[in-house]
C-alpha cells in the first residue's frame, strides 16, 4: 500500500505555464511541444498553403483548436479524471477559438470579392423564380362554385306568370271585338285627340315650372308679405282636387259674366274657352306642386355656394339663376319628371270641360259605334305607349345630372335588357 501511494505521479502543471520551480530562465525557455501539438504541426504541414495568408489562418484556425484539445487529452495522465481533462481542454479551446473569431471574420470579409452575393449554407434549397414551382409543389385543385339555388325567386316568377295568363285569358275569353281595337288604334280622331293631349299637358307642365320656381323663391324670401302669398297660393291649390278646380273655372261665367281689366272686356263664356279652362286648371295646380319641388331643390343646396357668390360681387338674381338653380337640378328633375307622366294622365280629366283631348275622342267614337270598351281599350293603349316614351327619356335626363354625384352611372334600359337575357340564358345552361 505504501509502495503504491509513493508511486503515484505528481500533477503536472498544465501545457504552456512553466513549474512554479523553475527560474526566469527557463521560464524565459519555451517549453517543448507535447505529442498532440506535434501531430497538429505535422497534419498542417501536409495541407497545401493557402493562397493568401488571410484565407490560411482562416481555415488553419479550426485545425489548431481541435489539435490542441487532442494534445492535451493525449498529454493528460492516466490517474487524472476524465471530467478535469475535459473541463480544461474545451476551456482553452473555446477561449482559442472566441480570440480570433474578430480575426477570422476580418479576414473573411477582405477576401470576399466587392459586390458578390453571400454564400448560402450548405443544405439550403435553391429558391425558386417568381415564375417557377418547386418540385415538392403542386397546383391547387380548381374550387368548382356551386350557385345558390334561390326557390324563393323560382315561385314568385312562377305566381307572377301564372296570373298574368289567368288575365290575359280572361280578356281572350272576353266579349271584345279586337277587331275593332286594330280598326280604331289609328283612326284621325283619336290621333287629333292625342295632339290635343299632349299639346295641354307641355303647356301645362311648362306654367307649372314657371310659377313653381316664383314661388318658391317667394316662399324662401325673406319678405314676409311674398312669402305669405306663396304659402296661400300653394296650400289653396294643394289642398283642392284638380277636378273641381276645373269645374269652378268652367262655371266662373256664373258668377262673372263680364269679365273686365280695365285694359281688356269680355263675356266670361268667350274668354273660359274648354281649352282655357284646361289650361289654367291643369297649371295653376301643377305650379303648386312644383312649387314645393323647387324649393327642396334650393334647399339641398349647400348655403356656402350663395356665400361664395356673393363674395365675389354676385347680386341674388344672378347668383339663384347661375349658381343655385343649377346645382338644384339633380334634385328637382326626378320628381319633375314624375310629375310630368301624372300630369299626362290627369289631362284625362279635362273631357268633363268638353276638351277634346284623348279620352273625350274615344268616348265620341264609342258613343256612336256602340263600342264604348274597345274605344277605352285605345285610349289605354295610346296613354301606355306616352307615359312608356316619357318614362325613357326621363331616365336619360336624370341619368345626365347624377354624373357629378355617381361615380358610377345606372345601366341604361338596354343595358338592362341586355343582362337580364344573359341571366336567364346563364340559368337554363
Known sequence: MTDKFDKAPAEEPPAGDPPADASPAEAATPAEPTAGEAAAGE?????????????SEDAAAPADAAAASEGAAAAAPEGEPEGESKG??????????????????????????????????AGVAKEAGPGSLAKSDTLPEQIKAIPVRHWGRWVSGVIVVALLATLVSAFAQGDLR???????????????????????????MAIGLVLGVVFAVMRLSKNPVTGAVAWLYIWFFRGTPVFVQLL????????????????????????????????????????????????????????????????????????MRRIVLPQAMRVIVPP????????????????????????????????????????????????LALTSVFSVGQYYVERHYARGSLRTLPPTPWQKVKANVLSLSNLWR
Open 43 to 55: 497534419a498542417t504541414a501536409d495541407k497545401p498553403a493557402p493562397a493568401e495568408g488571410a484565407a
Open 88 to 121: 480544461e481542454s474545451g476551456g482553452k479551446s473555446t477561449g482559442e477559438s472566441e480570440e480570433a473569431r474578430p480575426a477570422r471574420a476580418a479576414a473573411k470579409t477582405a477576401a470576399e470579392p466587392a459586390g458578390a452575393a453571400p454564400a448560402k449554407p
Open 178 to 204: 279586337w277587331a275593332t281595337v286594330g280598326e280604331f288604334i289609328f283612326d284621325e280622331r283619336i290621333l287629333i285627340g292625342l295632339g290635343n293631349t299632349l299639346l295641354i299637358s307641355v303647356l301645362s
Open 336 to 383: 319633375t319628371g314624375n310629375e310630368f307622366i301624372n300630369l299626362l294622365k290627369t289631362s284625362s280629366l279635362v273631357s268633363a270641360v268638353q276638351y277634346t283631348e284623348l279620352l273625350r275622342a274615344a268616348q265620341n267614337i264609342g258613343s256612336t259605334s256602340f263600342a264604348i270598351m274597345e274605344m277605352l281599350i285605345v285610349a289605354s293603349v295610346w296613354y
Open 248 to 319: 269652378v273655372w268652367f262655371n266662373l261665367a256664373l258668377i262673372f259674366p263680364i269679365l273686365n281689366l280695365g285694359f281688356y272686356k269680355d263675356e266670361m263664356v268667350d274668354v273660359m274657352t274648354p281649352f282655357m279652362v284646361a289650361l289654367l286648371g291643369l297649371g295653376l295646380n301643377e305650379g303648386a306642386y312644383m312649387a314645393e319641388i323647387v324649393r327642396a331643390g334650393i334647399q339641398s343646396v349647400d348655403e356656402g355656394q350663395t356665400e361664395a357668390a356673393h363674395a365675389l360681387g354676385m347680386k341674388n338674381g344672378r347668383t
